[in-house]
């Protein structure tokens, strides 16, 4: 599976970091990098805890 | 362990209710899950409601992807009551629903000032939609609350053309945030055109020309649109007689347990703060304390306790604030770079109009 972040919508609140610290993380600007878009199936309940907590809904799996 | 849990049942679908259900699965329970909303739509972003979708024509800012957990879901309908000795969700129509454990996730309403129809609350996306649909036409607005809901909402009315005044009991915000930031919110609220009224206790009442608010000196605030935010009430009526409200909060442990195999979860519970116990009505709150009392139903006492520090942001009048620890806060800040505060005997940090990860600003406050 892979993460899309909608990166206009994202407003670099950081909550998905903290639910998956080694999938993604804000830069010193502030801008969500994904340090994974590519995740297996061991991932995906990490992956869906991170998209579950964005309160603007900037992150999907696909 | 999880193999003796056959059913769960979860009441109520706010962000609560949807990430208690993912957490089971993710804890390994693969029994029958059901979850219970009356709400008639699929679990949405409450925070949206009154940043993005009031300011966004086309409105989707607040659609959350679509649930994983398999549940079904009954949603539009709502729980009545709870017998705990038999183990029985009963419903609005007087279905039973038994479950082997069970979630209380109900959330809270907003407080109303009146009975009055005209007054106009927002907590839920029919309300959103309701006062987008008003504010097209720019009335007058009076938002009565000065708290982040009443401001938030008092900021969408101005960027939305209208005249905004607010009535607070005192300073806005300086309950929530305390009398530095309040400073800082109320300087550009005025600047961006708000007229602010305190006063203390108000009311709302009907006349001839239509709704008003009526503050305690007996002057009075009209305007064509009434909104109030006068706070929230935990949503616990069907939990009448069961022992879990009193006082009208659902007190839980540092797991999120009520009582064992029942947890409680969102704004409506009230977990061990080191203030206390404590209702969080915040987002990141009711995530992660559904997190944990998840992990609690399905593991027992070997799943972790809750470890929470508040996060909360608001987005108001050209400011963008993201706080940790526990508002609000007194004194001044230190200022650590351009855009981030610290007031660190309190443990709090806060990032103004500044793109920072939340673990940097946790590792600000500390
Ligand atoms: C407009 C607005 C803006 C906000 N902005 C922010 C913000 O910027 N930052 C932040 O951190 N927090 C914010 N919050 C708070 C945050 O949204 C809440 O803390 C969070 O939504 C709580 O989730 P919950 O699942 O506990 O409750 P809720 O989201 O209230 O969900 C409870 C659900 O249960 C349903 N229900 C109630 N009774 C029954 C019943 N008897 N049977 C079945 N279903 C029932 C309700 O209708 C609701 O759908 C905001 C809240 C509002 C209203
Ligand atoms: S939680 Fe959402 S808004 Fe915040 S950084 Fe992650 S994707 Fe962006």
New binding site residues.
């Given amino acids: 599976m892979k993460i899309v972040l909608d990166r206009p919508r994202c407003e670099g609140h950081g909550l998905c970091e903290e639910a998956a610290p080694e999938l993604m993380h804000l830069d010193d600007d502030g801008e969500l990098v994904l340090d994974r878009e590519e995740i297996g199936d061991a991932e995906v309940p990490l992956a869906s805890a991170a998209v579950r907590v964005c309160p603007v809904a900037a992150l999907r799996l696909a | 362990m999880s193999t003796r849990i056959r059913r769960v049942v979860v009441?109520?679908?706010?962000?609560?209710?949807l990430t208690a259900a993912d957490s089971l699965r993710a804890s390994g329970f693969d029994g029958e899950l059901t979850v219970?909303?009356?709400?008639p739509h699929a679990a949405y972003s409450?925070?949206a409601?009154?940043?993005a979708l009031l300011l966004d024509g086309a409105g989707a800012a607040h659609e959350l992807p679509p649930a994983t957990h398999g549940a079904t879901e009954l949603l539009g309908?709502?729980?009545?009551g709870l017998d705990l000795e038999r183990r029985l969700v009963t419903l609005g129509d007087g279905t039973e629903l038994p479950y082997d454990r069970l979630v209380i996730?109900?959330?809270?309403r907003a407080r109303r000032l009146s009975g009055l129809p005209e007054e106009h609350t927002?907590?839920?996306l029919d309300d959103a939609l309701a006062l987008r649909d008003r504010l097209a036409a720019s009335p007058s607005v009076v938002v009565a609350g000065g708290g982040?809901?009443g401001m938030?909402i008092a900021s969408a009315c101005l960027a939305a053309g209208c005249e905004v005044t607010l009535v607070s009991q005192g300073v806005p915000l300086i309950g929530h945030l305390g009398p530095y930031l309040a400073g800082v919110f109320g300087e550009a609220a005025r600047e961006r055109g708000l007229t602010v009224v305190e006063t203390g206790a108000a009311r709302v009442e009907r006349d001839a020309g239509g709704v008003r608010v009526v503050l305690d000196d007996g002057a009075v605030v009209e305007a064509e649109l009434l909104v109030s935010a006068a706070g929230d009430v935990p949503?616990t009526e069907?939990l009448a007689g069961t022992g879990l409200a009193a006082g009208g909060v659902v007190r839980v442990d540092a797991r999120g347990l009520a009582r064992p195999g029942v947890a409680a979860?969102?704004?409506?519970a009230a977990f061990p703060t080191p203030y206390g116990p404590r209702r969080v009505?915040?987002?990141?709150?009711?995530v992660e304390q559904a997190k944990v009392a998840a992990a609690a139903l399905v593991r027992g006492d070997g799943a972790p306790p809750l470890r929470f520090q508040p996060?909360?942001?608001?987005e108001q009048f050209g400011l963008s604030l993201k706080a940790v620890g526990y508002l609000p806060v007194d004194g001044e800040p230190e200022h650590l770079e351009p855009g981030l505060m610290r007031w660190s005997r309190a443990g709090v940090a806060v990032a103004l109009n500044h793109r920072i990860p939340i673990p940097r600003l946790r590792r600000a406050a500390a």
Avoid: H, M, Q
């Fill in positions: 009441v109520g679908n706010g962000v609560a209710g219970v909303g009356d709400e409450r925070p409601l009154s940043k309908v709502r729980a009545r996730a109900t959330g809270a927002l907590r839920g982040p809901l938030e949503n069907w979860a969102g704004d409506l009505p915040l987002w990141n709150s009711a996060y909360f942001w608001t």
